[in-house]
């Protein structure tokens, strides 16, 4: 081997090791339970849920439903299948109600789903909406303000609304996901009915209601229509079953709620990262906030012991080249 040839590879490795190290480094900061997949990604996935002050809900929650209402639908639509403003008889305001299409797969073959969001709840109106008593009454508006819940029905061909077995629309709660949405534009600040300031620790803010009802069969509905019914309820006040009060507050007649995914044109839909962040730009946020400078150390700690071994043997190699120049002189 040629001393040029030998100089060049090992300053190749001079060069090689610390770039092994910095990958090295980075890869290790990103696979760690510890960091990269523990308190840096738990940092990355509070940010994510951190909106700026001009956020409007509606904005809040497009970015929930891109993280994922639930684990299961890989693609949405962004614009909602359906979107109303519910009033009462009195046309009054009572929430914002928005429908999304999604897709999610179910043994190896796509499913339509479909997302349910409430907004701008009032929940004093919907206090006004149970028909009792004044005694019962008295009992909804000292209790927690109503909570909402959903049911879906199919319609067939004749117009008849099949409702056995009913299906309800699962919603999320504090146990499902993290990425939960306070209602900042509802009539009250809390659950318990009032705004302001809190008045107890245990005082916990209205969310707006997050729902979704999957479809696993494409014949779910013949003629691609359902029947969609809000109720609203107070856990505190019991009926004559004994159960948690409710009554009905509308219910609507939807067109187009397809069940097979082939009537839908969904291949430009959203992706969603179904509650997973590692699909997002997770990555990019992870290097520029940690990889970067910890493998740049790397590259540096180790880029000074290479380097420095190779000046020490650029040294020795010319040191020993002027010796052996030395003696041969001396030898003529």
Same mark, same amino acid.
């Given at each position: 081997?040629?001393?040029?040839?030998?100089?060049?590879?090992?300053?190749?490795?001079?060069?090689?090791?610390?770039?092994?190290?910095?990958?090295?480094?980075?890869?290790?900061?990103?696979?760690?339970?510890?960091?990269?997949?523990?308190?840096?990604?738990?940092?990355?996935?509070?940010?994510? =849920?951190?909106?700026?002050?001009?956020? *409007?809900?509606?904005?809040?929650?497009?970015?929930? @439903?891109?993280?994922?209402?639930? +684990?299961?639908?890989?693609?949405?639509?962004?614009?909602?299948?359906?979107?109303?403003? &519910?009033?009462?008889?009195?046309?009054?305001?009572?929430?914002?109600?928005? &429908?999304?299409?999604?897709?999610?797969?179910?043994?190896?073959?796509?499913?339509?789903?479909?997302? =349910?969001?409430?907004?701008?709840?009032?929940?004093?109106?919907?206090?006004?909406?149970?028909?009792?008593? +004044?005694?019962?009454?008295?009992?909804?508006?000292?209790?927690?303000?109503?909570?909402?819940?959903?049911?879906?029905?199919?319609?067939?061909?004749? %117009?008849?609304? &099949?409702?056995?077995?009913?299906?309800?629309?699962?919603?999320?709660?504090?146990?499902?996901?993290?990425?939960?949405?306070?209602?900042?534009?509802?009539?009250?600040?809390?659950?318990?009915?009032?705004?302001?300031?809190?008045?107890?620790?245990?005082?916990?803010?209205?969310?707006?209601? @997050?729902? =979704?009802?999957?479809?696993?069969?494409?014949?779910?509905?013949?003629?691609?229509?359902?029947?969609?019914?809000?109720?609203?309820?107070?856990?505190?006040?019991?009926?004559?079953?004994?159960?948690?009060?409710?009554?009905?507050? &509308?219910?609507?007649?939807?067109? %187009?709620?397809?069940?097979?995914?082939?009537?839908?044109?969904?291949?430009?839909?959203?992706?969603?990262?179904?509650?997973? @962040?590692?699909?997002?730009?997770?990555?990019?946020?992870?290097?520029?906030?940690?990889?970067?400078?910890?493998?740049?150390?790397?590259?540096?700690?180790?880029?000074?012991?290479?380097?420095? =071994?190779?000046?020490?043997?650029?040294?020795?190699?010319?040191?020993?080249?002027? *010796?052996?120049?030395?003696?041969?002189?001396?030898?003529?």
């Amino acid at each position: 081997m040629s001393k040029a040839l030998k100089k060049y590879l090992i300053l190749f490795f001079v060069i090689l090791l610390p770039l092994a190290a910095a990958f090295f480094v980075g890869n290790y900061g990103y696979k760690s339970e510890k960091f990269g997949q523990g308190k840096w990604y738990d940092k990355y996935r509070q940010n994510f =849920f951190v909106f700026e002050e001009d956020f *409007t809900t509606r904005e809040k929650i497009h970015r929930v @439903l891109r993280y994922g209402l639930n +684990s299961h639908y890989k693609l949405y639509e962004e614009e909602p299948f359906f979107s109303q403003t &519910i009033e009462n008889e009195q046309g009054e305001k009572l929430f914002v109600l928005e &429908i999304y299409r999604a897709i999610y797969e179910a043994q190896g073959e796509d499913r339509v789903e479909y997302l =349910f969001t409430f907004y701008d709840v009032q929940y004093l109106r919907l206090r006004e909406a149970f028909d009792v008593d +004044s005694l019962v009454k008295q009992k909804i508006e000292d209790s927690n303000v109503p909570e909402i819940s959903a049911k879906i029905f199919r319609i067939a061909e004749d %117009g008849t609304v &099949i409702r056995s077995p009913d299906r309800e629309v699962g919603f999320m709660t504090l146990s499902d996901m993290m990425s939960v949405i306070p209602d900042y534009d509802a009539d009250v600040d809390f659950k318990q009915g009032y705004s302001g300031n809190k008045k107890k620790e245990t005082d916990e803010l209205v969310l707006c209601p @997050l729902g =979704f009802h999957r479809i696993t069969d494409i014949d779910w509905s013949e003629n691609d229509k359902a029947l969609f019914e809000v109720y609203a309820s107070v856990e505190e006040v019991l009926d004559e079953n004994q159960l948690p009060l409710q009554t009905k507050v &509308i219910e609507l007649e939807l067109d %187009g709620y397809y069940s097979d995914p082939e009537k839908l044109d969904y291949q430009d839909w959203t992706p969603s990262y179904m509650q997973n @962040l590692r699909n997002s730009d997770y990555l990019k946020w992870l290097f520029k906030h940690y990889l970067w400078w910890i493998s740049l150390i790397a590259f540096i700690i180790v880029g000074v012991i290479t380097f420095s =071994f190779y000046i020490a043997w650029l040294a020795e190699t010319a040191y020993a080249e002027k *010796t052996a120049g030395k003696a041969k002189k001396s030898r003529k």
